[in-house]
């Protein structure tokens, strides 16, 4: 079945780097939309970024523009998000998510169990 | 950015009740709503896509209407595995924002 997994979460100090990682199976990486979604404790969700299927489309959140990286690996199945400069509200689970993109608009299925990503000093 | 108002965000209800959770935007969005639930610990997951197609998998006593700026989410007969948060969210434009979410609770 569709299953996507993240991985690389932990502790962080303030100002620094942290590389997520997720691993998509169960469909075809390379056709989908991918995107980062984060939920802080006990807040609620915030997309992150997306990138298109070639890697060509990316965006981002205004919070994370300049300080985040998203990219992927077709031939690997595997999405990135490379977060530097952090800050203590990027505190927050992040899932990764496959996107269904149509002329009707776009939806987030499967998500991941997520990641945690603390920053604190 | 499109604000997504969701209400209530919180009910106290119980198996075998219907439901309706409503979403508001702040402008006109056509259909393009998504509703996901999200049970503790868990993952978020895709229920209803353009505002009123259900998931593949999903039961049918979930439903979704509404177009512009009104939505619901309907749950026809409340099931036990059903206590959890529910989310909207809007695909129109670029960020893609969420409502603030609705935990239904046991009465």
């Known amino acids: 079945q569709m299953q996507v997994v993240e991985s690389g979460g932990g502790l962080v100090k303030p100002g620094g780097s942290l590389r997520l990682s997720c691993k998509a199976s169960?469909?075809?990486?390379?056709?989908?939309?991918m995107a980062w979604i984060r939920q802080a404790p006990g807040k609620g969700l915030e997309w992150v970024a997306y990138?298109?299927?070639?890697?060509?489309?990316?965006s981002y959140s205004d919070s994370v523009k300049g300080r985040f990286t998203i990219s992927r690996d077709n031939a690997d199945n595997s999405l990135y998000l490379q977060m530097n400069s952090l800050r203590a509200e990027d505190t927050a689970l992040y899932y990764c998510?496959?996107?269904?993109?149509?002329?009707?608009?776009?939806?987030?299925?499967?998500w991941g169990q997520g990641t945690l990503v603390t920053v604190s000093s | 950015d499109i604000q997504m108002t969701q209400s209530p965000s919180s009910l106290s209800a119980s198996v075998g009740d219907r439901l309706t959770i409503t979403c508001r935007a702040s402008q006109r969005i056509n259909n393009y709503v998504n509703w996901y639930q999200q049970k503790p610990g868990k993952a978020p997951q895709l229920l209803i896509f353009?505002?009123?197609s259900l998931r593949s998998g999903v039961p049918s006593r979930f439903s979704g209407s509404g177009s512009g700026t009104d939505f619901t989410l309907t749950i026809s007969s409340l099931q036990p595995e059903d206590f959890a948060s529910y989310f909207c969210?809007?695909?129109?434009?670029?960020?893609?924002?969420f409502g603030q979410g609705t935990k239904i609770e046991i009465k």
């Open positions: 969210q809007q695909s129109y434009s670029l960020p893609p924002t």
């Open positions: 990138i298109g299927s070639s890697g060509a489309d990316i």
């Open positions: 998510a496959r996107t269904e993109t149509t002329s009707v608009g776009a939806w987030l299925d499967p």
């Open positions: 353009a505002a009123s």
């Open positions: 169960g469909f075809t990486f390379s056709d989908y939309y």
